[in-house]
């Protein structure tokens, strides 16, 4: 998985975390600090999720922890070194 791959990969989980919580860009962005278009840029994958204080802001905005959002899964038993 290339890093283009990771960001939309959080950005995905960043966007489902904050729909399954029922909030907008607009709570979620002023809650972590952030403008709107940014963290619809991060959702999108346009922008990677890299900076430790951004994953935070962002985890608590969402009030998940901020490995919810960074963590890969696990890989199915059997599929290492694929």
Known sequence: MGAGDDAVT???R???ARCARGKTLVVV???AGISESHLS???RGQRALN??????AL???LEIAPSELTTRPAR???H???
């Open 29 to 31: 962005a002023g809650l």
């Open 59 to 61: 985890a608590n905005a």
């Open 14 to 16: 960043l966007r489902q």
């Open 76 to 78: 199915a038993a059997g």
């Open 10 to 12: 959080i950005g995905r």
């Open 41 to 43: 840029r991060l959702e």
């Open 80 to 82: 290492e070194g694929r």
């Open 51 to 56: 900076r430790r204080s951004l994953i935070e």
